[in-house]
């Protein structure tokens, strides 16, 4: 069987041995593993000679560390235990110590094994383990006795010492009674050891002597510090950490040495013995006088450095009742803080980021400090101004760093995380001394500003700290001090608008430049006769027109929210604003990349950055001629025709093209996508008319002949999803800048979107009707009539297809929230009359089907909340109704009358097996949610039909579900008596715990266990 186990194992490994054979082979392993016997079979494996193939042996060793973690006590009886233990320290003594292990693999797994082991029988069966390993070291001629013996300390460490690791409870006392007896019997001897081991290899194999520092580092924590920090041991380790790099044997020695007293110094203790412990290793003076030659080893050094100053800071917060000792830990703390600045100023990122947690527990000790009002002292503030110029100087981009044109999260993952990690920083010293701060950054950014230097990188520094001058964007940014005079933030935009900051023409500059102008527009509220250079610097190649094509996009954004923001400034120059943007104006058509002819282009495949970010120059053409207060109605009309005629006449010529014979090139679609979606940005910047006063904004009719244009677009190149969804966006936003004038136009659109859309499409469409609705409301009533039947039978033909994937499962769902959305949104704007009028009354049946599916389409909570809270309105509208409300809502008696008959047959059925269904899961929010919408809707039938509901579910219903008589009076008397808190309650212990139990809720109502959404052909 052993050779068999190892040509398996082979097989397994071998890339030449075919998938059946590993399959069999592999099978074969796992019946030796399942089988109580594998891993003696395992062990003869790993000890046998000649040695099997390092590959055989390392499974071996690993089965018998399962056995011995997972099934110890049920598969092995102490007798095999002891002859475990015995087989295995004889293959070390008379096999290992002489031959070695030549895979690594193997040597480290051994190691592993006999902690294993050592967990298991230390306690009882091998007292004699730490005798045993510390005999390795005495046999000559070999160091495999010692390597194997701080292996084995280590695989302890993992498997006894780390309490990073999840362990169970068992796990967790084993550990700890283990712990104590190595206490009680062992350590006493292994402590000096370990400090031969780092003394007598530190010259000829400094590995071994690695090894032990870490190991007493690992065990320092938990054993008598007394055997740990000595005088010997704390010279040895000053001696190292002290060797300049190019006297020492491996660097690596220097750098456990440091890790090595981070762990001593982690050690959990009262804070009077770890000050103690802390001043015995002078710690501050000692890492002052460290030879800082290696940039791995200062990052060490930095670590340690910020485990003291977080060992002072637990000092000082648990001497709160010792004055005297918290005094002492603030002035070592102080001792640190040159220590801390320095790493702070470092080069490499890891440094840096090793000091952040003590720079943040200082800042957090001023912030208590200022809270209980006492004001800083001279050696914080000072502190503090160091802080800040080093935080400052970290922020500037390293003078060789490589700029290349990229999307903002790839700058990020460059340089933007450590500003962003600083600027925590940057805003505490802005928070603790604000006249420090202002005075520092007023300096740096007005001097930058001054001298204009050639460099990119200092003035992008001085409009990046500009910009994060002010600490809380919330808030309204102040620009004058208490005597109205201009404040440092004043001075510096004064200055920045007035420079030559922009001369430099590099791509970081222009961005935050104008981020600066949007950020503190209301500075140019204050002094306006700044925003004509301002505009100057946007309208040349400085800003729209910049070379680099992510400057100029992201300029264009800016521009409009500049605009958008001034509004009651910016119109003033409309006149000379315009002229300048009609070159970026132009609309170029690209296609996008990768583009695959057979595949449709959608409204996302073709809006790029580009794109979009010229749609914010159209919408910003509106805002300016919608503000500018000093120009004409009709000379208003001739600018806005500067811009609209030619988007027009593009989508007029495409028409007539179109309609002689649709266009191959899908450019020609791109572009007129990009017309109408630029007419829609342009009408999007103008406000909406007010019904009195529509003669004052001439624009009206205009935009109500471009509606025209488009429709006329739409009826020739609908079949377009691109036309469809620039229609419906430029639709959305005439709306709004021409109101009512609009609303004719809404049939023909809707029917041209429907023509040929896809799933996808209707999901946009239904949130667009229902913002209408919303809207115009009654002014709509007479469209969404002739609309509603269309439109609600395109959307049964779509609910009713079968997802044959995720994306389109997904679709699925985004559709029915769309479409119950919708069918909300009439109620809640009063056009419920709409759905049971003349022309719509043979589709409202499968409406109400439609919704009573939803209502049990658990894997939707959302959509089955709606369902419900749906029905609930057409009970509240339908039944519970004054005779004024009859008219406006289309209700007669004989529909109130079948609408009541569907309520008592379907609805109310539906609420009482929804919650007896066991997917109902009242432990979650949304299920808890719908819980109340049907209890709710209970309360609505008996306001509504009072005794005909009350007369229903005693004389009908509950017996038809074999509710028991004094449940049943129990219910009828609930639902009469409480209110609807108390209500809920007892439904629930009415629903739940009989729905597994005593009732079985079989209704004769069998349709309603899958109704289906009806189709408009049935």
């Known amino acids: 069987m052993m050779e068999q186990l190892e040509q398996a194992i082979e097989a397994l490994i071998d890339p030449r041995i075919s998938n059946d054979v590993k399959v069999q082979a592999n099978q074969y392993i796992e019946e030796i593993k399942a089988t109580p016997t594998g891993w003696q079979l395992c062990l003869e494996l790993f000890v046998k000679k000649p040695k099997s193939s390092p590959h055989a042996r390392l499974f071996a060793l690993q089965i018998i560390d399962l056995v011995l973690n997972t099934r110890f006590n049920q598969l092995i009886s102490v007798e095999q235990a002891i002859w475990l233990r015995d087989t295995l320290w004889k293959y070390v003594t008379e096999s290992y110590l002489i031959e070695g292990e030549e895979f690594f693999y193997n040597r480290t797994k051994l190691a592993t094994t006999l902690a294993t082991l050592f967990r298991r029988l230390y306690l009882k069966d091998w007292n004699s383990f730490f005798d045993d390993l ?16 701080l292996r084995v300390l280590q695989a302890i460490d993992e498997e006894v010492v780390n309490t990073t690791l999840f362990r169970g409870k068992d796990e967790t006392n084993l550990n700890t009674d283990l712990k104590d007896k190595m206490r009680e019997r062992d350590l006493n001897n292994l402590v000096p050891v370990w400090n031969q081991i780092i003394i007598g290899y530190q010259s000829t194999q400094p590995e071994f002597s690695i090894m032990g520092l870490g190991i007493m580092g690992a065990f320092a924590d938990w054993i008598d510090i007394k055997l740990v920090v000595t005088e010997p041991f704390l010279s040895l380790l000053f001696q190292i950490l002290r060797t300049p790099k190019d006297a020492l044997p491996s660097l690596g020695l220097r750098n456990a040495a440091c890790d090595c007293l981070n762990m001593i110094v982690s050690k959990g203790m009262k804070p009077h013995e770890k000050m103690q412990l802390l001043q015995l290793f002078r710690a501050v003076e000692m890492i002052s006088e460290l030879p800082l030659d290696d940039s791995e080893f200062i990052e060490h050094v930095a670590k340690l450095t910020n485990k003291l100053g977080l060992e002072y800071f637990m000092i000082w917060k648990g001497a709160d009742q010792d004055p005297e000792l918290q005094a002492n830990a603030y002035k070592y703390l102080e001792a640190l803080m040159p220590l801390v600045l320095n790493f702070l100023s470092s080069e490499h990122e890891e440094t840096i980021i090793a000091v952040f947690p003590t720079v943040n ?20 503030n000072i502190f503090l101004s160091k802080l800040l110029t080093v935080v400052i100087a970290k922020f500037k981009y390293p003078d060789d760093f490589e700029w290349e044109e990229q999307d903002e999260e790839d700058e990020e993952s460059h340089f933007g995380g450590m500003r962003k990690s600083l600027k925590s920083f940057f805003d505490a010293i802005n928070l603790l001394n604000k006249p420090l701060f202002d005075s520092l950054v007023h300096s740096i950014v007005t001097t930058t500003f001054m001298s204009a230097p050639s460099d990119w990188t200092t003035l992008e520094l001085a409009l990046r700290i500009l910009y994060q001058f002010s600490a809380n964007h919330n808030k309204h940014i102040v620009f004058v001090n208490e005597a109205g005079e201009a404040n440092h933030l004043s001075d510096m935009m004064h200055k920045m608008v007035e420079s030559d900051v922009l001369k430099c023409n590099h791509p970081s500059l222009a ?23 301002v505009f100057t610097y946007f309208l040349d190649q400085r800003g729209i027109y910049h070379d680099s094509a992510p400057v100029r996009y992201r300029v264009w954004y800016l521009f409009q929210r500049f605009i958008r923001l001034l509004k009651g400034h910016a119109g003033k120059y409309a006149e000379d604003i315009i002229p300048s943007l009609q070159q970026v104006l132009d609309i170029r058509p690209e296609l996008p990349e990768g583009f695959d002819p057979q595949v449709p282009l959608s409204h996302n495949d073709i809006s790029t950055n580009a794109v979009t970010s010229q749609l914010n120059l159209f919408e910003s053409v509106g805002m300016l001629v919608a503000t500018a207060e000093n120009i004409s109605p009709m000379r208003k009309v001739d600018i806005l025709q500067m811009v609209l005629v030619p988007l027009v006449g593009k989508i007029q010529s495409g028409s007539a093209r179109a309609r002689e014979a649709l266009p191959t090139d899908p450019l020609f679609y791109i572009e007129l996508h990009h017309a109408v979606m630029a007419v829609g940005a342009l009408a999007k910047g103008l406000p ?26 739409l009826e020739a190149t609908g079949q377009y999803q691109i036309i469809r969804d620039a229609a419906r966006f430029a639709f959305s936003r005439l709306l709004t800048s021409a109101g009512t004038e609009i609303l004719p136009y809404l049939i023909h ?33 007479p469209v969404m009539d002739k609309l509603l039947s269309p439109l609600l039978e395109r959307s049964f033909v779509f609910l009713n297809e079968q997802p044959t994937g995720t994306d389109e499962m997904v679709m699925l769902v985004n559709l029915r929230k769309a479409y119950v959305s919708f069918l909300s949104s009439l109620f809640g704007s009063r056009m419920e009359g709409v759905l049971c009028s003349e022309g719509n009354n043979h589709n409202f049946n499968h409406v109400l ?31 519970v109704i004054t005779p004024e409300q009859e008219a406006q809502t289309n209700v007669t008696p004989q529909f ?6 569907f309520a008592l047959q379907t609805i109310i059925p539906t609420s009482f097996e929804v919650p007896m269904l066991k997917t109902f899961d009242l432990t979650d929010g949304q299920t808890v949610l719908i819980f109340g919408e049907i209890t709710s809707l209970h309360q609505t039938m008996l306001q509504a039909t009072g005794q005909t509901f009350l007369e229903y579910l005693d004389g009908n219903f509950l017996p038809s579900i074999n509710c028991p008589p004094q449940l049943r009076q129990e219910f009828m008397t609930a639902i009469q008596q409480l209110d609807a808190k108390n209500y809920r309650k007892f439904f629930q212990v009415l629903a739940f715990p009989y729905r597994s139990n005593h009732l079985e809720f079989h209704y004769p109502i069998s349709s309603l266990d899958s109704f289906p959404i009806a189709s408009h052909q049935e």
Request: proline content about 6%.
């Open 361 to 380: 527990e200082l800042l957090n000790l001023f912030k208590c400090q200022t809270k209980k009002g006492q004001p800083l002292m001279e050696s914080q």
């Open 688 to 713: 909406e008319p007010s019904r009195k006063e529509d003669a004052v904004y001439p624009w009206v009719k205009m935009l109500a002949q471009s509606t025209e244009i488009i429709l006329v677009l």
């Open 896 to 901: 109130r009358a079948q609408f009541l008959d």
């Open 849 to 879: 089907a439609s919704l009573i599916h939803f209502t049990k389409d658990h894997d939707n909570p959302l959509v089955q909340k709606m369902a419900f809270n749906i029905l609930l309105k057409m009970v509240h509208s339908w039944l």
């Open 134 to 149: 510390l005999g390795l070291l005495k046999v000559e001629g070999t160091n495999l006795g010692t390597e194997l013996f």
């Open 749 to 781: 659109l809707v029917n041209g979107l429907m023509t040929a859309c896809a799933p996808v499409e209707m999901v946009d469409l239904f949130p667009f009707l229902g913002l209408l609705v919303h809207k115009f409301s009654n002014e709509l009533y």
């Open 511 to 533: 961005p935050a430049f104008f981020e600066n102008v949007v950020r503190y527009h209301q500075l140019f509220e204050l002094r306006p006769e700044l925003i004509p250079t």
